[in-house]
Each structure stands twice: as structure tokens, then as C-alpha cells.
């Protein structure tokens, strides 16, 4: 239950002794303060009744104004629906506008999801605002090589200057929690339909990244109008506004004649392309785990000749048998289990284990690596298609194509829908289209 009470904050004296009031709202050891704009001596407050006393010369208008305010505040926190924090109830109070910056927000957000050591999503978010700022700032005078040039010059100081570490992660974030420069109001259609294109003619953007940036502004929006932050009439979104539409893109698969030409090519032991095959492959042998989760394999997530883990991406637990074909890589590299830091694969045998952003980093620079080298071993197997780390998890579903339960695929795939798990897997099932194709072609 929270305390709601109007005091005197005699911390807050002005050079006339005169003192602010305040409403204070606390619950579960957190307080917020509402300043009221009224300002009296000590000598006219009586902090017992929460009221000014008869010496005040307005006493009588003034306890009206308080009592007035009191009132609305009870209202709000006890006819909301939804729990309400003391913070939601002060922002309640002074009233949702538009003219909230967007960026101190946004900030805000990232900064709690790096701290709880989500670095994919704050990372990526961080991006998002970069982008905004850019396009905030861009030069429509300037030819578009030019201007492209430019960011993705600031683009590369702002790495270079991270990995010197002249530039923090946080610094990136106080940057913003500073920057003023675009507010909720400003968000408009035009405003979207503006941004798409440019993310699509100046940052070269295919349209799911384009929706993915769509996708936050529209949650950071729908949090500020929750806590009362943002009218819901600047709202930019649904209706006959802005549509969000998620496309869906092909999802291609490796044949088995295709994953055995990877299984049967030759490389020099102990290489990086070497290493990059056997990590693909365990990925693949193990029904499509994440490449990141590959890397970051143990010798502790195994026992009983299984694999136990817990994915990174949903926090949810895997037990899988470890196949024959996956053993069998898994035996080259035990000889340096006690080389590689606790690690299978030695892409994170220098890593602090107890450092997640470390470990975070390490995984995102080896993923980028295989990226490379797959490319090779794609034409060295005169692989057509576009071998990268996550097709290692569609040939899995285009090898299983309708031979395997759903349910069952649903628990290899560590989905938490049964629908998830038949919208993916109808990438890869043909053949009830096919002969429909063929019993009219084919008469």
C-alpha cells in the first residue's frame, strides 16, 4: 500500500526561509516528490494534519489547493488497473505531453538492459539511436556518397575509439540521456516514412533491419504513454497510421548431399577454417543450435552423453543426445579441454569467465569470423547457396522437412509455441505444393 502524504522539504529553503511542499508518494522503500509550486514558513505548517495553519495569510485557498491535489493523486494510484509505481503516479500528475525526449528515454531502457547483461539487445538498440541521430543531422545539400561516406565514418572513429577503450559503452549512453534534439511529438508518420527511407537509401538497410528499428520505437512509445510519459494521441502507430508489416523471407536450407560435401572436405587441423567447419557442424548435428551458443560450449554442459545447456537467446534448458557424427569432432578437441579455459571450442579460451560483456564480445568477433571463412569452404564444396552461421539451423528443419513431428521439431527447436514451429518448418515442406503443380502441369 502506498503512502501518500504532502510535507515540507526543509532541505529545500529558500534565502526568504520559505520551504517547498511536495507531495510524497513511497511504496516499497522507493519515494518520488511532486513539487506543488507553494512555498511557507515553518511557523504556518502543520505536519500532523498536512494542512497550513490559520497563521498562513491564504490559509484557507491554499488547504483548498492542497486538499484538491492530494485528492487527484489518490485517484490515480487507486483507480488504476495496473499496479502503479510512485514514479508512473508523480509522471501521472504532471501530465503526458509530447514533448519528452525521445532519446533520454531511450537511453534509459538501454542502460537497464546492459546492466542486467542483455548486451545483444542494448547493443543493437545503441545502434538504433546512432541511426536516428543521423538522420536527424543529415545534409540533404550533400550529394549521397558524400553524406553515406560520412556516417559510416563516425560509424568506424566510434568503434576504433571502443576498442581503445577511449570510448565506453555507458559514454554512448550518457551521451544520449543528454541529448534533447528529438521528442516523442516529433515521431510523426511523415517523420517514419521519412527515417525507412533513409535507413534504405543511406544506411543500405533490407527491410526486416528497417522493421526491427520500427519495432523498438513503437515499444518505447507504448511504455511512455503506460507511465503516463506520452499522450496516446502522438501515438504514430496503428489504425490509419504507421503499419508495422513483418515480411516473411525465404528461409533456404543445405540438401544432405550439401552437408556432406562440408562433412568430406579436407582442411588443415587445428586452423581457423578448420575450427570454423567443426563449429558449423556441431551446430548443425546438435538440431540447429545458435552458432553463439555453439561457441560458447563447455565440457561441463555435458554429461551422461548428452548435451545440457541453457540457450541464450530464451534462457530455456536443452537436454539433446549427443549424435555419433558430433562425438566425433567433440573428440578432437578433448585433448585441449584444459587448454581452452572450460571451453570446447578455443575461440574463448582468453576470456574472463566471470566478464559477460567479455565473453559477449569474444563470441560476437568469432561469429563474424565463421561468417567469412564459410564463404570459402562454400566455394571450396561448390556450395551455391549462401552458407552463414544460421543456416545451419534452416538445413536442419529443410533436412527434417515433414518426416518429424511438429511436436516433436517443437522441442528440438526450443520453441514456446507449437504455431512457431509450423510457420518455420513450412519453409522447408514442398511436396503437397509440388504435386499440386504437377497434377495440373503434368496431365
Do not use: C
Given at each position: 500500500?502506498?503512502?501518500?502524504?504532502?510535507?515540507?522539504?526543509?532541505?529545500?529553503?529558500?534565502?526568504?526561509?520559505?520551504?517547498?511542499?511536495?507531495?510524497?508518494?513511497?511504496?516499497?522503500?522507493?519515494?518520488?516528490?511532486?513539487?506543488?509550486?507553494?512555498?511557507?514558513?515553518?511557523?504556518?505548517?502543520?505536519?500532523?494534519?498536512?494542512?497550513?495553519?490559520?497563521?498562513?495569510?491564504?490559509?484557507?485557498?491554499?488547504?483548498?489547493?492542497l486538499l484538491k491535489k492530494l485528492t487527484e493523486t489518490n485517484d490515480i494510484y487507486f483507480d488504476s488497473k495496473e499496479n502503479i509505481t510512485p514514479k508512473q503516479v508523480k509522471q501521472k500528475l504532471k501530465g503526458a505531453g509530447g514533448s519528452k525526449s525521445f532519446f533520454v528515454f531511450a537511453a534509459d531502457r538501454v542502460k537497464r538492459k546492459y546492466e542486467r547483461e542483455v548486451f545483444s539487445v542494448a547493443k543493437s538498440e545503441l545502434s538504433i539511436l546512432y541511426n536516428l541521430e543521423e538522420f536527424l543531422n543529415l545534409n540533404i545539400s550533400l550529394e549521397k556518397d558524400l553524406a553515406v561516406k560520412g556516417i559510416f565514418e563516425r560509424r568506424k572513429q566510434r568503434v576504433s575509439k571502443g576498442r581503445k577503450g577511449e570510448h565506453s559503452f555507458m559514454d554512448s549512453v550518457t551521451y544520449f540521456k543528454k541529448n534533447k534534439s528529438l521528442k516523442f511529438q516529433d515521431i510523426t508518420e511523415s517523420f517514419l516514412d521519412k527515417y525507412k527511407d533513409f535507413c534504405s537509401v543511406y544506411l543500405n538497410q533490407k527491410s526486416r533491419t528497417i522493421t526491427n528499428q520500427l519495432i523498438f520505437i513503437r515499444t518505447l512509445f507504448n511504455k511512455a504513454i503506460k507511465d503516463g510519459i506520452v499522450d496516446a494521441k502522438f501515438y504514430p502507430f496503428g489504425g490509419e497510421k504507421e503499419k508495422i508489416r513483418i515480411g516473411n523471407s525465404h528461409k533456404i536450407g543445405l540438401t544432405v548431399s550439401e552437408v556432406e560435401q562440408i562433412e568430406l572436405l579436407r582442411l588443415e587441423p587445428y586452423t581457423s577454417i578448420w575450427h570454423t567447419k567443426n563449429v558449423w557442424l556441431t551446430a548443425f548435428y546438435f538440431a540447429g543450435i545458435r552458432i553463439s551458443d555453439a561457441v560458447k560450449l563447455r565440457w561441463s554442459d555435458f554429461k551422461d552423453s548428452r548435451l545440457l545447456y541453457t540457450m541464450d537467446k530464451n534462457e530455456k534448458p536443452v537436454s539433446l543426445k549427443i549424435p555419433d557424427k558430433a562425438s566425433e569432432i567433440l573428440n578432437f578437441y578433448k585433448k585441449e579441454r584444459h587448454h581452452n579455459n572450460g571451453y570446447v571450442f578455443p575461440f574463448l579460451k582468453e576470456v574472463n569467465v566471470s566478464n559477460e560483456e567479455e565473453i559477449f564480445k569474444k563470441t560476437r568477433n568469432a561469429t563474424k569470423l565463421f561468417n567469412k571463412y564459410l564463404k570459402r569452404i562454400a566455394t571450396m564444396c561448390e556450395i551455391e547457396k549462401n552458407l552463414s552461421n544460421h543456416i545451419a539451423r534452416h538445413s536442419f528443419g529443410n533436412i527434417a522437412g515433414d518426416s518429424i513431428h511438429p511436436l516433436m521439431l517443437q522441442k528440438l527447436y526450443r520453441h514456446s509455441d507449437l504455431k512457431t514451429t509450423i510457420n518455420y518448418q513450412a519453409n522447408f515442406i514442398h511436396r503437397d505444393a509440388d504435386d499440386a503443380l504437377d497434377s495440373v502441369i503434368n496431365f
Open positions: 500500500m502506498a503512502s501518500i502524504k504532502i510535507v515540507l522539504r526543509k532541505n529545500m529553503m529558500r534565502k526568504d526561509n520559505t520551504i517547498p511542499l511536495a507531495i510524497r508518494i513511497s511504496e516499497n522503500y522507493k519515494t518520488n516528490y511532486k513539487w506543488l509550486g507553494q512555498y511557507v514558513l515553518e511557523k504556518d505548517w502543520d505536519k500532523n494534519t498536512g494542512r497550513v495553519k490559520r497563521t498562513h495569510p491564504n490559509a484557507k485557498k491554499l488547504n483548498n489547493f
